[in-house]
């Protein structure tokens, strides 16, 4: 099966941790993305990688850090530095430039406690 | 940056029923507008996009169209079903570069 994977699906972080959330995707997309969706609000662009080993800010990136060592993979770390970290996490891959739909993974739901 | 509002925030309608939900966006540049639909705990899931070169596109009961002067996009679902019921978010991509900048949602609840 292709398609994009997330985990965990639930994560519990005490504050002051650092978190990584795991994003994997085989459908052989270049671009990978990770956005943060809050209740009853849209979603905001925290990093986008376009090729491996590249990667750029998005609109809400303070707190937060990724790598894309690995075309298929892009995580996404959480530090302690995010002050409202509690949220729904999404990723995302697309084909590049050409075909852009988005393929989104089914998320991952971060809570501070 | 691209900025896109959506329009209304929740909508509530009766089974059989259509239900609309409008876009705009500000840059001018952008050339590409998916629709998705994401169900409670999940990832949003694309049901139809259009691209620039186009002014309307049909999928079954769901239509989207394009005012590129207006700089506004429209979704149409008809004949609307429970399992309508969902949050549906629009989106805009311009043409160079990978980021799409998503609206604020809308709550669709199909009542039967």
């Known amino acids: 099966d292709g398609g994009i994977t997330q985990s965990p699906k639930y994560l519990f972080r005490k504050e002051g941790q650092n978190v990584t959330l795991s994003c994997e995707q085989n459908?052989?997309?270049?671009?990978m993305y990770w956005y943060r969706q809050d209740p009853g609000q849209g979603l905001r662009l925290i990093y986008y990688?376009?090729?491996?080993?590249?990667?750029q800010k998005g609109d809400i990136a303070e707190g937060y850090s990724v790598s894309r060592e690995k075309k298929e993979s892009f995580p996404l770390t959480v530090t302690s530095a995010q002050k409202n970290p509690t949220a729904f996490y999404l990723c995302?891959?697309?084909?590049?430039?050409?075909?852009?739909?988005?393929?989104f993974g089914q998320g991952t739901r971060l809570t501070v406690v | 940056g691209e900025n896109v509002e959506q329009h209304p925030s929740t909508l509530s309608v009766q089974e059989g029923d259509s239900a609309v939900i409008k876009c705009t966006y500000s840059?001018?540049?952008?050339?590409?507008f998916p629709w998705y639909k994401q169900e409670l705990g999940k990832g949003p899931q694309l049901i139809i996009d259009?691209?620039?070169?186009?002014g309307e596109k049909k999928d079954q009961r769901i239509a989207v169209t394009l005012n590129k002067t207006a700089k506004h996009f429209s979704l149409h679902i008809t004949e609307t079903q429970p399992e309508d019921s969902a949050v549906y978010f629009c989106?805009?991509?311009?043409?160079?570069?990978?980021?799409?900048?998503f609206g604020g949602g809308t709550r669709v609840l199909v009542k039967p």
């Open positions: 840059d001018s540049a952008s050339n590409y």
């Open positions: 995302a891959s697309s084909a590049g430039t050409v075909n852009t739909e988005a393929f």
């Open positions: 259009i691209r620039s070169n186009v």
């Open positions: 989106a805009a991509r311009k043409a160079a570069g990978n980021k799409l900048t």
């Open positions: 990688s376009q090729i491996v080993n590249d990667f």
């Open positions: 459908l052989n997309h270049d671009a």
